[in-house]
């Protein structure tokens, strides 16, 4: 099943390529994928890639239980561009992890990060910014948007990636079957974006990939316009559908696409 799983991105990744992929919890070396090193795989499919690591714990205990087989234990995972055209200037910049929970639980989070890089396209360079951002707790997902938004970038500039984020602010509590713990109200992360001079179209929903409900990831771009934008379909690879759009700067168009994981 990993190896299926792993097919089924290789498939979409060579069955239309795109100028640039963003990729989010691809495992290098993690029990839980039974030691496939996925970031390998995907990095051979592109001549340019940059890798900022979120996991690295000789042992997840999680899921919480006592049955120690049903967690992931080792785990080595990391975020991952890849494009057909170089990439500079590239670092990680670390947003932080929620603060309302005990130091256990913070020390084996997810660390939630940011890659930066300029890609040198033939019509000119241009900013690109992936990120996966907090996925439960909005006043922290919020934080890290705004300390991304506060870094200068020079114009076009591209961010997307899981912002784990409604796309349209929504006044009160709002909660979705297949989450009824997690509050996806009382969020404007999207519309900070907005304000910071980004165009931010509505995506297709891709969560969860089955059937999906809702939007969580976004492609968003300042200096420019996001002309076209969909879903890829469901492969079973990830709990997300990625998502695909076609960026318009002042010049010829350039493909990006993001695939949650």
Known sequence: MIRDRLDAIVALLDGDPADVVGIQEVDQCSFRSRWVNQRKALSARYPYHHWATT???????YPFTWDVRRQFGTVWAGQLVLSRWPLVACHTVSLGKRQDVGWVRRLFELNRVAQRMTLIHPDGPCELIHTHLEAFHGPTRRAQMQHLLHIPATDPVVLWGDWNASHDTHAGPLFYPDEPTVNMGDDDTVERVRQAGFDVPSPPFDFPARHPTRS?????????????????PDTGASDHRGIWATVVREGPTVGYRHHGR
């Open 55 to 61: 996991w690295c714990h000789p042992w997840v205990p």
């Open 216 to 232: 969580l990831s976004y492609v968003a771009v300042r200096g420019g316009r996001v002309a076209q934008m969909g879903a890829l």
